[in-house]
């Protein structure tokens, strides 16, 4: 997995649980749900980095 793109997938990542974190503590559920999709984003970019890492090898 390239290092730009593992970056990419951890900020996300972490800026869905943030947003998440938050929508909780709001009692605002668009921001929780906004933090899961967040989430999911950088999960299935990682997932497509580490099956293209799968190939090469």
Known sequence: MSRDEKAKAKAEQAKGKAKEALGRLVGNERRTAEGRIDQAKGDA???????KDAMKD
């Open 45 to 51: 970019r990682q997932a497509k980095e580490k099956a």
